[in-house]
């Protein structure tokens, strides 16, 4: 397996492992042969939303989204604990997170 392919199959098992139901995958890496390790992006489709993943090994930077639907039920732990996972596996140095509640959860207050 190749750094980026085995890359994406560490992210599906945190998908797993997070609780969500994939159901789809798109991979698609920007190798080329004889070069350095290039990029590659990444979807899982979930039951529940999608997840995406970026790569830039030359510039040492990776973006990482968890987009989650709450309508059945509230996947915000679940969401957060798989973007820990994600970021265990990529130990960046700096991070930058954004998370938006979209919506309202059924549990909230009006």
Do not use: I
């Not at 990776?62 to 059945?72: I, P, R, S």
């Amino acid at each position: 397996l190749t750094y980026s392919a085995l890359t994406f199959a560490c992210c599906l098992q945190a998908v797993n492992v997070a609780g969500f139901q994939p159901v789809a995958l798109l991979f698609l890496s920007f190798a080329v042969a004889g070069a350095p390790p290039c990029g590659f992006t990444a979807t899982v489709l979930l039951a529940e939303s999608h997840v995406c993943l970026h790569t830039w090994p030359e510039q040492q930077a990776v973006t990482l989204d968890v987009y989650v639907c709450n309508f059945g039920g509230d996947h915000s732990t679940k969401a957060r604990a798989l973007m820990a996972a994600l970021l265990a596996l990529f130990q960046p140095q700096h991070t930058e997170q954004h998370a938006l509640c979209r919506g309202q959860l059924l549990s909230a207050p009006l």
